[in-house]
């Protein structure tokens, strides 16, 4: 089959905090200067790059805010991070561990450090994915998949190069943990130096990388280092990629779900009405409730 | 940036030589303004109406004891002006401050006025702007006089629906005469009937 090639590998784009507690570089839409459908049906990326924060007796954080028609995935490499939302839920976050979250029909939520990290300060390095919802779903229940790094299936790669951990979709005819609306693969790559990981994807998937850790060179040819990002073309399916040290990849790949995007704020429809009844219903307190203090 | 929604506010609202439009449009002064700087300070006259291209402004004031009460909002596509200090060249009352990184058109006073005395199109919509301003704040006052806190925060959603996303809850609070707590119990028991109906 045919190899898929490197569009562009782009630099980590000047960082923002989201709320005071989330440092990061907007990779999908603003960083590829390609908007929401380039990547669809993933939609939106921000990454934390590995950040010391200082200790905190206030946990930093965002506060409440609402959420509709897509999944939120939150992606702990280093730290941790408590959520609540307005269905009563909650949890923690720690390092490893995945929390993908359907907003779909609405939920307000919150997310902070986790309190003895605020209080001990320590590196913090997360993703932050918007996997966008089929019309047909966008206002389904909304529900959590709180996985823990335990419970993602890992496949060990030959002759010891390292091992591929699949959040969702399937590798090597292992199924990944988390369930999804439409076809998406998300994987961790952990690559010793010098290990190499083979993927494949339909040409038609939109494909992407993020090199977390480590350096990497992909398909022989294009050497990607910490923090930068990968978008792949449309031709060809087959990639390789290779570890110059120790690395830890993201890896994405999703069939496009091909439908109008219409995003405003935390609301992402597939019209502009759809988009003045999710401000209605938000302030209608249609979303729930929930207190803004942690 | 080349693009103005002064423009297209004006010529979709008044019946207008789109030229005569774009030619005092174009000598407009369009400033950009970080979040957290002011455009009027208390104690400063006044010199222009504020068009808002992109952001949001906050129109306030400060009492003897330091709190803050706020008059306006004014998000894009929203005009903002300390009449009193603009029209009777008196030191204004208020502050005006950026609550997001925002554009603006700045428009002297004296070009609605002249506008206005060469084309009766423009004066008839000028009229209309202050009648439908007038209206506006005559509502406001009888909801600070009269209405509950859920009436007066149903109004406020109805003027400024993407607000809420984008101040914080102590601001609405201060627009809506009300305290931050009484805010966050209208909301609550909003969002408690809104469940018990489903």
Known sequence: ?294 | MNSSNLKTFLTSNVDMDEQIIREHIENLKKIQVKKGNFLLRQGDVCKHSFFVEEGLLKYYSIDEKGKQHILQFAPEGWFVVDRESAFFNQPSQYFIEALEDSVVTMIDVDMFASLSLHNQSFALFNNKLLHNHIRHLQNRINLLLSATAEERYLDFIRIYPDLLLRVPQTLVASYLGITPESLSRVRKDLATKKHQKQ
């Open chain 1, 1 to 294: 089959m045919a190899i898929k090639n490197v569009v562009s590998v782009m630099a980590p784009p000047e960082p923002h905090f989201v709320g005071d507690g989330f440092r990061v570089h907007n990779f999908i839409p603003q960083g590829s200067r390609t908007g929401m459908y380039r990547m669809d049906p993933f939609i939106m990326l921000d990454y934390n790059s590995a950040h010391y924060f200082e200790p905190s007796a206030t946990p930093r954080g965002v506060g409440v805010h609402p959420h509709r028609g897509f999944e939120t995935v939150t992606i702990a490499y280093k730290g941790s991070v408590a959520h609540h939302d307005s269905s009563g839920g909650g949890g923690v976050i720690g390092e490893g561990d995945v929390q993908w979250m359907t907003a779909a029909s609405g939920v307000l939520h919150k997310e902070y450090h986790e309190e003895q990290f605020s209080k001990e300060g320590g590196w913090f390095q997360m993703v932050q994915l918007w996997v966008n919802l089929p019309a047909r779903d966008k206002m389904s229940a909304p529900k959590y998949q709180s996985i823990t790094k335990d419970q993602i299936p890992r496949v060990a790669l030959p002759d010891g190069h390292g091992e591929v951990a699949m959040i969702a979709g399937a590798y090597m005819d292992s199924k990944g943990a988390a369930d999804t609306f439409t076809p998406v693969h998300l994987y961790n790559a952990f690559l010793h130096k010098g290990g190499r990981a083979d993927f494949s994807f339909p040409v038609s998937y939109n494909t992407a990388l993020l090199v977390v850790e480590g350096s990497i060179v992909i398909n022989d040819a294009e050497t990607v280092t910490t923090d930068h990002f990968v978008l792949f073309g449309n031709a060809g399916e087959d990639f390789h990629i290779t570890a110059s040290e120790d690395a830890v990849v993201l890896i994405m790949s999703g069939e496009p779900i091909k439908e109008n995007i219409v995003a405003h704020g935390p609301f992402v429809m597939n019209n502009q009405q759809e988009i003045l009844q999710a401000f209605d219903d938000y302030n209608q307190g249609k979303f729930g409730y929930l207190e803004d203090q942690v």
